[in-house]
Protein backbone atom coordinates (compact mmCIF):
# COMPACT_ATOMS: atom_id res chain seq x y z
CA UNK A 1 0.00 0.00 0.00
CA UNK A 2 1.47 3.24 -1.07
CA UNK A 3 1.23 6.24 0.95
CA UNK A 4 -1.82 8.46 0.99
CA UNK A 5 -0.94 11.92 -1.63
CA UNK A 6 -2.76 13.92 0.57
CA UNK A 7 -0.32 12.82 3.70
CA UNK A 8 2.55 13.36 1.74
CA UNK A 9 1.68 16.78 1.09
CA UNK A 10 0.98 17.93 4.54
CA UNK A 11 4.08 15.82 6.14
CA UNK A 12 7.25 17.95 6.26
CA UNK A 13 10.67 16.66 7.10
CA UNK A 14 11.34 17.44 11.32
CA UNK A 15 14.66 18.40 10.74
CA UNK A 16 13.93 21.03 8.34
CA UNK A 17 10.89 21.36 7.85
CA UNK A 18 11.54 21.36 4.00
CA UNK A 19 8.98 18.81 1.69
CA UNK A 20 9.46 15.47 1.73
CA UNK A 21 9.19 13.25 -1.74
CA UNK A 22 8.58 9.22 -2.15
CA UNK A 23 11.43 7.16 -3.17
CA UNK A 24 11.71 5.48 -6.36
CA UNK A 25 11.60 1.97 -4.21
CA UNK A 26 8.18 3.47 -2.41
CA UNK A 27 9.90 2.12 1.34
CA UNK A 28 11.04 5.96 2.07
CA UNK A 29 10.71 9.64 2.38
CA UNK A 30 13.46 11.93 1.29
CA UNK A 31 14.08 15.44 2.14
CA UNK A 32 16.56 16.80 -0.75
CA UNK A 33 17.51 20.08 1.47
CA UNK A 34 18.97 17.45 4.49
CA UNK A 35 19.79 14.72 2.49
CA UNK A 36 17.88 12.21 4.70
CA UNK A 37 15.73 9.30 3.95
CA UNK A 38 13.06 8.75 6.68
CA UNK A 39 11.95 4.71 6.19
CA UNK A 40 8.16 3.91 5.83
CA UNK A 41 7.64 0.62 7.91
CA UNK A 42 4.71 -1.57 7.86
CA UNK A 43 2.99 1.88 5.87
CA UNK A 44 3.99 4.25 8.48
CA UNK A 45 6.42 6.78 8.28
CA UNK A 46 9.23 6.30 10.65
CA UNK A 47 9.77 10.58 11.18
CA UNK A 48 12.23 10.10 13.35
CA UNK A 49 15.51 12.23 13.00
CA UNK A 50 17.43 9.51 14.74
CA UNK A 51 16.16 6.72 12.53
CA UNK A 52 16.55 8.78 9.27
CA UNK A 53 19.42 7.38 6.78
CA UNK A 54 21.85 9.71 4.97
CA UNK A 55 21.30 9.85 1.49
Do not use: H, S, T
Not at 43 to 55: G, H, R
Amino acid sequence: MAIDKELLEILACPKCKGGLRLNDKGDGLICDACRLMYPIKEDIPVMLIDEAVKI
